[in-house]
């Protein structure tokens, strides 16, 4: 046994998913015998017969190129149509795009915005999200506003600090749903009611959440949302979701202007020309193999309870190590996804939290998240259902004390 995993510890450890003949639910998928992929919330992982059913199409449009592409729209109407049974969403709401950033510029794209506007951020919104905003700001004359949302706010702190950066200039609020680099919620769902009390529009991004939360978009009055299927949804990557509602939605057009342009929304977005959409066709398969196998329900409750043993024994391996606690208050946290503080000068900033990933896939093997927040690296924690503890007890016993020893070593840290 670990020593830095108790009799405890492994009596409170969730027991692994099986499928349904007995085998590790890791056998489902085609992840790297020799590394552990502990990093789902990045690039997600698609399983088998997701990836078969995707090689099957793709085969199909190579045999019959002229016939794949005139039965196209088809297709994928269909496969929206299904996406948005999982989301909970109306079909004519939902438009399939390549990923949340994506669907983000097609509301930057398209939204009216006033020369002098603002466009309210805040701290923990994604970099490359972000960034498009900032682009749309130096198109049209406006300006982005970031607010500061502390880490540990809860639901009241977190939405007296966005509002708090509202004024008569704002034109477009920008708002995670659940944050990539403080793996958090938001409350996006009064910040939305107070966004259309003041008539100002609210992209949210959902990036994280399908698969996460059951009905994403129950309460929430927002004019754009987008989600990624090929994360904790394990559809094959380059498949998101752009769901719109109310009187901008109609103003959304593809960033490829094709010739589905003068369909309504969201035909219009069914066509785009000679691409490969075989991912949005085969995102049911992946979506409906969790369901048929364990259940979208029992699969959100064992990856919060595997994030919770992972975090206690991580944290606890931190702590004997450097003598001191590493536990992080996250307000409103997010069930398989959490935070543990890294030693001081490790990934204290974006490019070193991504150095640190990066030496940590080359040199021990593992497959982990690492990000920053006000110059602090953090190890980030995001389950699925072919993790187990043993996962999370071998990055105790292996990893911690290297981490700890990059820190500790000039010269050494990433």
Known sequence: ???????????????????????????????????????????????????????????????????????????????????????????QDLALVPNASGGASVVYANVPLRSGAEILVTDHGYGAVTMGAERLARRQGATVRTVHVPLDADEERAHAAVVSGLSEATGLIVLDHITSATARRMPVERIAATARERGIPLLVDGAHVPGLIADPLAGLDCDFWVGNLHKFGCAPRGTAALVARGPLRDELHPLIDSWGAGDPFPDRFD??????????????????????????????????????????????????????????????????????????????????????????????????????????????????VYNTAADYEYFAERCVPVLVEWARTPGVAP
């Open 1 to 91: 046994m670990s020593s830095h995993v108790s009799e405890t510890d492994v009596s409170t450890a969730p027991r692994p998913l099986l499928l349904p003949d007995g085998r590790p639910a890791a056998e489902a998928w085609s992840l790297h015998p020799g590394q552990r992929h502990l990093n789902h919330g990045s690039f997600g992982a698609v399983p088998v017969v997701a990836q078969r059913e995707q090689q099957r199409l793709r085969e199909e449009m190579d045999r019959s190129p002229v016939v794949w592409f005139a039965t196209l729209p088809g297709r994928v109407a269909a496969a929206r149509t299904a996406v948005a049974g999982f989301l909970r969403v109306a079909p």
């Open 271 to 384: 066509t785009q020309g000679t691409v490969d959409v075989t991912g949005y066709l085969a995102a049911p398969t992946a979506v409906d193999f969790i369901d048929a196998t364990w259940g979208w329900d029992r699969a959100r409750t064992y990856m919060s309870d595997l994030a919770d043993y992972a975090e206690r024994v991580i944290g606890e391996a931190f702590a004997e190590v450097m003598g001191e606690s590493t536990a992080v208050d996250v307000g409103m946290p997010v069930g398989p996804m959490r935070l543990v503080r890294l030693p001081a000068g490790l990934g204290a900033t974006r490019l070193e939290a991504d150095a640190l990933r990066d030496r940590m896939a080359h040199e021990l093997g593992v497959e982990a998240a690492f990000t920053s927040f006000g110059g602090i690296g953090y190890f980030r924690l995001s389950t699925h």
